[in-house]
Structures are given as C-alpha cells and as structure tokens.
C-alpha cells in the first residue's frame, strides 16, 4: 500500500510547508494537530508488533532418499522405452503411493547432484523428477561409492536409500559396504536392467570398445551381494508388482513417527497509528466535508507497491533505454523501490553500459523464488563474469542457469564454450614443451647426419666409407622411427572434464571418461 511507504510521509511533509504559510500564527490548535499527527507516524514507522503464542504443525511422516541413475548405460532398452524412463515411471508410482512421507531426490552419474530437497509435497517432487533429462547431465558413467558419500552428509541420522540403477561396473563389494555402514545408509537396490543386457547405441550406432567389441550393458550381480552385507534389500524392475513390495518394505521396516514443526508469527501494529497520523493530518488542514471523501479513498480494496515518484523514474528508465542511453536507464531503475524486477531491469542496463562489474554486483543481491528469473539472473552473471574474464565463477553461473532451466541452449554452449577455451589455454605449455623437444630432436639428428657426412669424407677405405655410409643410414633411419613413435605416443587427447551441477552444488570436481558406459 502506498501509505506505508516512508517516502509517501516524507512528501506529505511539503504540503504541510505549503498549507503552514496560509495559517495564522494564533491557530494554534491546527499546529498541535500537525505535530501530533508527525508524532504518530514516526511511531508507525518502527514498526510496532504483537509477538503471537508459538503454535505447532504436526505431521505423520518417514524420510525416504531416492536417487535415479541417469549414465550413459540407462539410455539401454532391454526395459522398454529405456531403462531411465521406465525408472522414472516407476518412482513416480512410488512418490504417489506414499504421499504422506518426506522423499529427497537425487540423480547420479560419476557425480550426484540433488533435483530435488527433502519435501512432503508430492507434486514438486513429480515436477523435479519429469524434468530431469540426462542430455544436460555431462558425465555419463556411474559412480556407487560418490552417490553414497553424498547422502552420507544429508542431515537424516539413519538414512533409507532406494536406488534406482543398473549397477554400472563396481566390483569392489567390501568398499562399498563399508561406506554405505559408516554413513548409516540402509540400501534398497532396484536393479533397472536384465540380466541378458542390451546393446548400447549413439548415434543410432552400435557402441564397441577397444578391443572392437559390442558393449553389451547388464545387471551388476554385485548389486546383490552389496544389499545383502548391508542390510538392505534387492529388487529388479522387471519382476511383477516389484513397486508394491518395495513400497510395503519400506513401510514395515520404518516405525511412522509424528514430526513438529513450531510456527512463531506476529501481528503488525503499525497501520493503527499510521492511519491516526493522516487522519490528523488532514484534520488540521482540512474542513471535515473534504476530509471524508479522502478517507473513502484509502479505504478503497487495492494495493499499490509503487512510491509517488516511481512512475516518473519509470518512464524515465523506459526512454532513456530505448534511447541507448544505458547508464541513465540503470541510475533511473535504481530510484524505483527496491524489487526483484527493478533491480534486474537496473543490472541489465549496467551491462548494456559496458559495466559489468557493477552489473554482477546487483544480479548477486536479487533474492527470489521465480525459477525463471533466477536463472536468467545466473545465465547474466555468467556473462558478466566472462567480459571480466572471471571464468571459473563464469562457469559456475551457467551450471547453476542450466540446473534450473536445463533447457537453456545459450547457457549449456557458452559453458561448453569457456570450457573449450581453458583446456586449449591448459594445453598450450604441453604443445610448447613438446614441439621444443622435436625440434632439439631434429637438431641432434641433422647433426650426427653432418657428423656421418664428415667423417666418410675423411677417412678410410671406400669399401670402408660404403659400409659405414650404409650402417649410418640404417641407423638414421631407425632413430626417427623411434622418435616419431615416442612423440606420437606421449601425444595427449583432448577429452574435457565434464561436470553438471543442480539446485545447489554437491560436490566438486570432474571426471575423466574414457569409456563413459
């Protein structure tokens, strides 16, 4: 509302100045009226409050912990349409039929990430999960012993972990019961493949290994042995009414408790005197015939959340926009009240400006719940941060843009752009050191070629001077060989380290991937 705004009691502040040069200097009892209705005001702008009785919510619920794997060996369709849609589907019926407990989500590859925080509220679990896509999941191998690291620092005291996955190729049984006993995780395995496997396609081609064979993806059979050592229990998906009895296990083997949560609030006082102050004020400027439309007025059902002088500043900031005149736009959306929007349109001026640093400054102080705009906000700063050559923090902008609008291509290609940019910057002192070496290489070979030449020119029989000749080409010849196989083999491919991070970061660090399957 426009009245509880402090600029809005400051501009009533002239209009006592105007009406003061009017009044007679006897009329005491209008003045009084004035300072008294000034006194209300700056007591309403403390902003006076009533602290309410704590109340309590309480709610039946288990805490459950899901994670999805979403590599490269899930796109196998022994499980039709694929593995990874068909343990969507199949957690999705999970979710619904426990809509009374706590689920967090995560997906996995060689890195786990979070899609979605630990919550009650089914649909936003179901919205995280149906927007999940791997094809913005940069790594695509599977990593057991990292997705139990990381629910090992979720905030839960004994952890329920169903895990979605067709096992990947962990065969270190022990490793991985140790870590999933010392983070007091009990694992439910739903083994997401068939034992006969599936071939993997790319491209709508067959994938082969090294040794040019088809990589035939199956079951882990160590999935099994791993649930049995800890405590956990083992399921394959393709098995009959498997959801159900995972759902009645989970059920039976977690005691339902009664969670509460204590809600503090308040009751704002401050319109009270806020309303006696301007009724005053208009008392003692006024005759009661004029006060009483304007008090109809501010009893009227609507808000506005702008000051007196927003809609100046704001045509102001619109015009010199359009006129490229970016800087004058920034300063002018600065005057408006301090909103997610004001502040966005003010950053974004800045940028055009050439500013950028003042730019990422004020995207960095926008709090807001819209996930659309807080990930154009991220995809900006990303491109702020790259005009001041800050690319690591650029690359962070755009994970965290793509991590809540996986779709944004700009985003995804700048990231892949800048990570492009700094393995070519990271190669260049290699490429330096080994093109210095095979020219000291050709150097030293040209040099005993001379030093051959020389010496077949000075002495010795000519049957002599053929043999060595010929011995000296030999090995001429076979030294090159050698260097040629020596640099080839130190020769480093280019592969990048991909990474992909959700709503907030988990881990750090990437992977090498060779054979990503």
Known sequence: MVLLNAWALFALLPLWLLYRRHIKQTDTRQIKLLYLSLLFMIIALSEPALKNAPTKQSFNSQDFIIAIDASYSMMAEDIKPNRFEAAKKAIAKLLRLHPKDRF???????????ISPPTTDTAIALDAL??????YILTKSTNLENLFETVGKVSFKKKKLIIFSDGGDDTDVAKLVSTLKRNHITPYFVATATKKGAPLKKDGKYLKNIHNELVISKINPALQDIASLSGGKYYELTSKGV????????????????????????????????????????????????????????????KAEANILDFYYLDQAKQSYASKHYKEAARCFEHLRATPQSTYNAATAYYKAGMYKKALKLYSRIKTHHTNLKAAIYYNMGNAATKLKMYDQAKRYYRYALALDPNDKDALENLLAIRAL?????????????????????????????????KQKQGGSSQNSSSQSSQGGGG???????????????KKPNNYKMGYRAYEIINKGYADEKEPW
């Open 104 to 114: 967090t989500l995560f997906a996995f590859t060689s890195n786990a990430l979070l």
């Open 130 to 135: 149906e927007t999940l896509n791997p094809k």
């Open 243 to 302: 959801i159900e009895e995972l759902s009645r296990d989970i059920s039976d083997t977690t005691k339902t408790k009664r969670s509460q949560l204590q809600v503090q609030s308040y009751k704002e006082l401050f319109t009270i005197p806020l309303l006696v102050g301007i009724a005053l004020f208009f008392v003692s400027i006024t005759k009661f015939h004029q006060l009483l439309p304007l008090l109809l007025l501010t009893l009227l059902p609507y």
């Open 422 to 454: 700094h393995d070519k910057k990271s190669d260049m002192p290699q490429r330096a050191a080994q093109s210095s070496k095979k020219k000291k290489q050709k150097q030293k070979s040209q040099k005993e070629a001379n030093d051959e030449n020389k």
């Open 476 to 490: 001429m010849k076979k030294k090159k060989v050698q260097e040629g196989s020596v640099i080839k083999a130190k």
